[in-house]
């Protein structure tokens, strides 16, 4: 097949993997300013499978949609690092509070301002929130058939694609039309590295927010390249009703959060010498815990 | 009508573990909220299903029985489920947090504008009071589970829309039989009400279903290790021990991103949830991603060269410091007394 549109839907998350001590304020709620923004893993495995379809079908563009504050715009510069075309970021304050439901009305309604389309894909979750949601969810909206956790593309026949996916007591392979929603699973190959030639080209993209915050001119230069401009839509731009957004579009609530205490048990301290090792092994033989 | 609902997964004809957990947890809650507890289940030659069901509390079993339901496919599953719940009006709906239920329970929130809580570790029924309306919600769905990567426990719930859908994970509720005797009634579903040719249109070319080849979730003695181990090949001490001891390894997320173990080794939330009697962790820090699946544990060892990791603070025993030096003790010493 030749010249496939395909949009990837990324996150950029707070890594909570490496979460250290000052990554809760004192009140219980989260610092994000402490821990670093990087691009979701998983949606870097769904980037990596749309460039490696590009590899092989010329003429295929690559479009990355992210929604987040307007810094989301970073993982959109790394991904047209790797070989994506363009991106945009869905940026609005409305969008504040959304939870999956309320993500994936957004998302579907930015993808169908992208339409027509062939492949929808995005990592199967994000490390923030690990609940797998927004893909299916995405699917649902646009009326699309979904093939979750996705870890390699087989082959294209006509319209149709085959996909093996990773299932937890094994594998499957599947075929389905297109257009379709595809979800990725972190089996899926890495993300390749940055390329020297798109990172010289996109290293100047920026955001309209991204310029606010910038005392260089880049006007003239995104006028002379238009390539450089990372286009930013609002709420209006999607055309999205306000109601389905936010909290009032979002019908989980938080009830309440708990920072992590954990309740203590009664405890034995050992150290890690012969005689405490030893005694220990005796009473778990003792009380029959081993042997 | 407001009832709760159990989406029942199918293996080999068999009832999946996790159904039969959660319809264990769903007779709890049914008895809670004085309704009944109702059970869907989707597939192909289900004469035998009901039975397997019923002794777990279910008043109802809706069951479509049709050839093209099995294997599992999203579209036919989730029209049937979501007209299903569009007549019956649930109050609240449960999955496994499998490939299946992470799949079907999200289009179904989507389709039906509700709220859904992946991977819960808990589910408790309480009342709600909104802080700026004041409006009082009575007998909510709390849907309890760790977030942003477990430096938090959240409460999830769904004041205004029905029903309330959550995941849970397989191992997280106890499978209790309520009774061998308890009688439910069966009412046949047909199908082709709700399924359309386009429901059809993702074929299924092959499937190695392979049955798991490590088996952590049963293991009496488990030795799990975390990033602390430091190196895939530290994990052989932790093999050594467990070979000695009669136990299996396994690992905290941690380590499996640290690429020292496999993921299906993993326990926690995202992973496995294990009861063992005794469980050696070995330098874990102790998130509560990682405690909430093993903390029902009979017995905690916590090895750590850390004081102040979370984990020894729900440790039986802690023994500080290095444990290359500390399990091939345990080894010897083991060997030493038992011989």
């Known amino acids: 097949m030749k010249g496939l549109k395909i949009i990837v839907l990324a996150k950029q998350v707070p890594d909570t993997r490496n979460v250290g001590r000052d990554a809760m304020k004192a009140d219980g709620t989260v610092n994000r300013a402490a821990l670093p923004a990087i691009f979701n893993p998983e949606d870097l495995n769904a980037l990596e499978l749309a460039l490696r379809i590009k590899d092989n079908n010329p003429g295929t563009t690559i479009t990355v949609l992210t929604m987040g504050p307007g810094r989301a715009a970073e993982i959109i510069r790394e991904a047209m690092y790797r070989g994506a075309d363009k991106g945009y970021v869905i940026t609005d304050r409305k969008f504040a509070g959304s939870d999956t439901l309320a993500t994936s009305y957004a998302l579907a309604l930015a993808v169908k301002k992208l339409a027509p389309f062939h492949i929808v894909i995005a990592g199967r979750q994000a490390i923030d929130g690990d609940t797998a949601q927004v893909g299916p969810q995405v699917a649902e909206k646009l009326g699309l058939p979904q093939i979750t956790y996705a870890e390699e593309i087989l082959s294209f026949r006509k319209e149709e694609i085959t996909v093996k996916r990773r299932l937890e007591r094994g594998v499957e392979t599947v075929s389905a039309p297109m257009p379709l929603v595809i979800t990725v699973h972190s089996s899926a190959p890495e993300c390749r590295a940055r390329h020297a030639k798109y990172t010289i080209k996109y290293k100047r993209a920026r955001s309209l927010s991204e310029l606010q915050d910038t005392s260089e001119d880049y006007l003239q230069l995104q006028k002379d390249r238009p390539y450089l401009v990372i286009q930013e839509w609002s709420v209006d731009d999607i055309g999205a009703d306000v109601e389905q957004l936010g909290l009032s579009g979002s019908p989980t609530k938080v009830r309440k959060i708990e920072n992590v205490v954990f309740a203590g048990r009664e405890s034995r301290l050992l150290s890690s010498s012969d005689d405490d090792i030893e005694d220990l092994m005796k009473e778990l033989i003792t009380n029959h815990t081993v042997g | ?339």
């Not at chain 2, 499978?175 to 009412?187: I, N, Q, R």
């Not at chain 2, 326990?267 to 699946?293: D, E, F, M, N």
């Open chain 2, 1 to 339: 009508m407001h009832n709760i609902f159990v989406y029942c997964e199918i293996e080999d004809g068999q009832i999946a573990e996790v159904s039969l957990e959660l319809l264990s947890k769903g007779r709890f809650l049914a008895n809670r909220l004085k309704c009944k507890l109702e059970a869907v289940v989707l597939g192909d030659k289900l004469d035998n299903i009901g039975k397997q069901i019923m002794p777990y509390g279910a008043d109802v079993i809706h069951i479509a029985d049709d050839k093209r339901l099995y294997p599992y496919m999203t579209l036919p599953h989730s029209a049937i489920v979501k007209g299903i719940f569009e007549e019956e009006k649930p109050q609240i709906g449960l999955f496994g947090a499998t490939s299946i239920g992470r799949d079907l329970a999200p289009r179904i929130a989507s389709a039906l504008k509700c709220g859904l809580t992946a991977d819960c570790t808990a589910l408790e029924i309480g009342n709600h009071t909104e802080n700026k309306t004041k409006k009082e919600y009575r007998d909510l769905l709390y849907q309890i589970r760790p977030a942003f990567g477990g430096n938090i426990i959240a409460t999830i719930i769904n004041p205004d829309t029905r029903p309330q859908l959550a995941t849970v994970r397989e191992g997280v509720m106890k499978k209790e039989m309520l009774s061998p005797d308890h009688k439910g009634v069966v009412k046949n579903v047909d199908p082709g009400k709700w399924l359309k040719d386009e429901d059809f249109v993702i074929r299924i070319i092959e499937r190695h279903i392979e049955s798991r080849k490590v088996n952590i979730k049963n293991a009496g003695i488990i030795v799990s290790g975390g990033y602390g181990v430091g190196s895939r090949e530290n994990f052989q001490l932790l093999y050594d021990l467990a070979g000695v001891l009669g136990g299996e390894v396994a690992g905290s997320r941690a380590a499996v991103d640290g690429g020292f173990i496999d993921h299906e080794r993993q326990v926690g939330q995202t992973g496995v949830t294990v009861r063992p009697k005794l469980y050696i962790a070995c330098g874990i820090s102790g998130q509560i991603q990682h405690r909430a699946g093993m903390d029902q544990s009979a017995i905690i060892i916590s090895i750590n060269n850390d004081p102040d990791a979370p984990i020894n603070q729900i440790a039986d025993y802690t023994i500080i410091g290095d444990l290359t030096e500390i399990i091939p003790k345990m080894i010897k010493y083991y060997q030493k007394n038992t011989k």
